[in-house]
């Protein structure tokens, strides 16, 4: 039975007793349910529960999915509160919806209470206006019905998973988008990983307002006593997953955070240093917490405060919800929910060179910065920039695509030479994988075939 790491960096390393294992894994699921439900119900246009049922809450981690499957959600649809309850003698799992901002995971053993301190505000309907900002106008006219992508979409199957979306801009107009499952162009899905991208796009708006270097040592409090070599470790190595710090999986699930309602702070500061910074490669959600965290005190020493959802309405991600613990620290490894549309705006965005209706967002070099694999690179099919995959080394796809990839076959490719952005969304599991490379290879060979 693996480590759970929720117990601390003391047991890290070694198996928990059996009993123990099982009981943190109920509770796990017990949070795992509670947050998915709460998010698909109440995020962007909500989804029925069987849905939920259906999508969020199959394919899972193999030691929780049985538990998902036997713990039962009571739903107080008035109040936007998920409790789950796991243990006659603890207090149920529970997550609460905050309008605008997506849902709270309180963590284990907290009572069932409404959480204070937070105060989320309505998020803008710019639907009407014209595409992107809006979703007027959002699709290229296509002659006759006909479009040289279509042959490519309609074969996505043949590419693996179980997709949900399939979205592909042309020179800044739509001219794929299908949905599946009884998803539309308002339903939205977790991001997981792709939410690091989104983190690097908050990080390159703040070194265009002058308030965060990217070569400067982090700003983590916990990391500045006298002798610490943590203090040393920039937001550059912590974006570049070269930090040097000890994680306790491969991929560092942070299962404490995720589904037991951890603090980030509280969870992300404590690893020691294992490498010297800059030198390895290890892919960890830990990472891109401790920049977001770095980002939101060099907001505040600049006089402003991290608001992601703001940055978001700024470019019509009015549909894409950045969530948060119960000490309002953002949760930008893994916990943003947003739609096909809303993703291919963020690829516009990166297409567009940081560019966004004339005005510039993010700074002259940022696209060439996120994907230039200066760091140490992983093995393996892809390579790795600042917060971005890098697709050079995949037969038949420009040397310039570069993606947002996240768990379960959540996927946004930008390829800058051919002005394309392709969104895939969908609910892939361990046996069923959608192979991007190949999805993406055929939407490249389509469009030489196109006018």
Known sequence: ??????????????????????????????????????????????????????DELTGIYLEIEADVHALNAD???????????????????????????????LPIGAAPIPIAGFTGAARPVLDDQPWPMGDRDARAPVPRGFTPFAS?????????????????????????????????VHTAQRTFSVAKSMAATLIGHAVLQGSVDVKAPALIAEWQSPGDPRAAITTEQLMRMASGLTSDTAGNRSDAIYMGGASVRQWTTQWPLLNPPGTQYRYANNDTLL????LKAAEAKAGRTLDPNAFFDRIGMTRTFAEHDKD???????????????????????????????????????????????????????????????????EGIPADAFGAFGNRGQYLVVIPSRQLVIVRQGYDDGKQRLDIAKLVAAIVAADGKGP
């Open 1 to 54: 039975m693996l480590a759970r790491a929720a117990f601390g960096l003391a047991l890290a390393a070694a198996a928990l007793p059996v009993q123990a294992a099982t009981e943190i894994d109920r509770a796990w699921a017990a949070g795992y349910r509670a947050a998915f439900t709460c998010s698909a119900l109440w995020n962007g246009a909500g989804k029925p529960l069987e849905a939920i049922e259906r």
């Open 75 to 105: 739903v107080d649809d008035k109040a936007k509160v998920v409790r789950v309850r796991y243990r006659d003698d603890m207090p149920p799992r529970l997550a609460q919806w905050i309008t605008g901002e997506g849902c709270v995971t």
């Open 152 to 184: 490519a979409a309609e074969a996505v199957a043949a590419y693996g998973g179980r997709t949900s979306s399939l979205l592909i801009v042309k020179n800044g107009r739509i001219v794929v988008e299908r949905y599946w499952g009884g998803h539309d």
């Open 291 to 294: 920049a977001t965290l770095s």
């Open 328 to 394: 309002g620290d953002y949760i930008l490894s893994s916990q943003v929910w947003t739609t096909a549309r809303d993703l291919a705006r963020l690829g516009l965005l990166y297409q567009n060179d940081g560019r966004w209706r004339g005005e510039r967002l993010l700074p002259v070099d940022w696209r060439r910065f996120v994907t230039a694999p200066t760091g140490p690179q992983p093995e393996g099919a892809f390579g790795y920039g600042a917060c971005f995959w890098l697709l050079n080394k995949s």
